[in-house]
């Protein structure tokens, strides 16, 4: 589904991504692992053009898609849930949520839209019960899920979460695990970046690790949970 061959970024002088090769398989989940600065956000954004790719090419359904607009990768099916959780505070739950379909108007019609929001109602609970609350006064675990809702809103094919667990608390992290599992079991392709390395293995089915802006190592994610220098680096083991 996406393919990514020899990608480099760069901010200004400074290289992010180095000669980045990866591919994606529709219906799997993806990890990318790594330490801070290794380049996983910037990988993200790459593809979804917020920091394009200054060589190498990124195809999503055999069609080549660097250089295109955000926008217009957004209207492919690729939808991001950034890192920062980027929600709009002084809009309510419903607002927000309903902004992240704001392009699928005219193409699937209010009722299909109203029926997505029903199924974000129900993997997230707690929205609903806040369904007129200003996004801003959310919890953080919340505007998390609040994310995550909006950008399966934009229903797609491919959906990027940047560190979903980040700063999350332990159950939060399990419910943001399971519903991932959740709108894979639906048809969603997911991309997921994580520092969590455990959590992050622990429901992919491959993974690649990233430092200092390439793909050092990858594999199955029970392949590279059982890999010595995974263990050490990540896993907090240390192989004894
Ligand atoms: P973290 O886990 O800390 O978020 P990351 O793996 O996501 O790290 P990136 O945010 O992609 O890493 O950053 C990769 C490199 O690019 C870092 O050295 C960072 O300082 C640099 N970088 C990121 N964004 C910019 C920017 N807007 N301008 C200049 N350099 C940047």
């Known amino acids: ?22 591919t994606v398989a529709e219906g799997e989940i993806v990890a990318v692992i790594g330490p801070n600065g290794a380049g996983k956000t910037t990988l993200m954004n790459t593809i979804s053009a917020l920091a394009p790719a200054r060589s190498g090419t990124i195809a999503f359904d055999g069609q080549a898609i660097a250089g295109l607009s955000p ?31 704001y392009h699928r108007y005219r193409r699937d019609g209010r009722q299909q839209i109203e029926r997505d929001l029903e199924f974000v109602f129900e993997i997230f609970p707690r929205l609903k019960d806040r369904v007129k609350q200003k996004a801003g006064t959310l919890s953080g675990g919340e505007q998390q899920m609040l994310a995550l809702g909006r950008a399966w809103m934009a229903k797609p094919r491919l959906l990027m979460m940047d560190e979903p667990s980040l700063g999350l608390a332990p159950l939060l992290v399990k419910e943001i695990f399971r519903v991932s599992g959740e709108l894979r079991d639906r048809g969603t392709t997911i991309l997921r970046v994580e520092q969590n390395a455990r959590a992050a293995l622990e429901l992919a089915d491959r993974a690649y690790v990233m430092e200092s802006g390439r793909v050092v190592l990858e594999g199955t994610a029970s392949t590279l949970a059982s890999d010595a220098r995974v263990q050490t680096a990540f896993l907090g083991r240390t192989g004894e």
Do not use: C, H, K, W
């Open 71 to 101: 926008e217009r990768i957004v209207r492919l099916g690729i939808s991001q849930v950034p890192e920062r959780r980027q929600i709009f505070g002084s809009m309510t739950v419903q607002e927000n949520l309903i902004l992240g379909a």
């Open 1 to 22: 589904m996406l393919r990514l061959e020899g990608v480099n970024t760069y901010y200004g002088r400074i290289q992010a991504l180095r000669d980045v090769s990866l």
